[in-house]
């Protein structure tokens, strides 16, 4: 049985946060983990769908879970494998996705914290204020870890 792994140098086999790597796995779980708090925390938000900033959020954090499942699985058949996959154009897809979600991740996350910030100071949004602004905390540890992963792909395409 022949093992499918891709071209690697030297160099690119030990690189962290590199597809196929136990960093790049606990990067992926942890936006994961973050994604879906901030989601869930959003979602418990009664009037949440009022804010068209916030629907942005859930929108975005909607697409960060299975972007962020999907490669955690590749990653963890990689580990179990012992093989890098470094092909590439497999390289240039997951860079520009992480890249893509990594800037909507901290569009969404900023302007999420300062609507969150401007109903703290409405007296009918003080209760649902608390829930945002941890919701969008979340997000910004969301974009944090996808933000590390993107410039770890980043190093990677320069580096093929």
């Known amino acids: 049985m022949r093992r499918i792994c891709g071209i690697q140098s030297r160099s690119m086999r030990g690189t962290p946060g590199s597809i196929g790597t136990t960093v790049s796995l606990w990067l992926r779980l942890g936006q994961t983990f973050f ?23 859930v929108t975005i954090m909607s697409l960060a879970i299975p972007w962020s499942c999907s490669l955690a699985v590749v990653d963890l058949y990689a580990i179990c494998v012992r093989c890098h996959f470094q092909y590439p154009g497999l390289m240039i897809i997951i860079a520009i996705g992480d890249w893509t979600l990594s800037i909507l991740s901290l569009a969404a996350a900023c302007s999420s914290s300062a609507v969150a910030d ?25 974009w944090f870890l996808s933000a590390a992963s993107a410039l770890c792909n980043l190093w990677l395409v320069a580096s093929l």
Request: one cysteine or more; a positive charge.
């Open 118 to 142: 401007v109903l703290r100071n409405d007296y009918y949004g003080r209760k649902m204020s608390s829930r945002y602004q941890f919701s969008a905390t979340m997000s910004f540890f969301s």
């Open 35 to 57: 994604s879906t708090t901030s989601l869930l925390f959003m979602a418990a938000g009664v009037d949440y769908y009022s804010y068209t900033i916030f629907c942005f959020l």
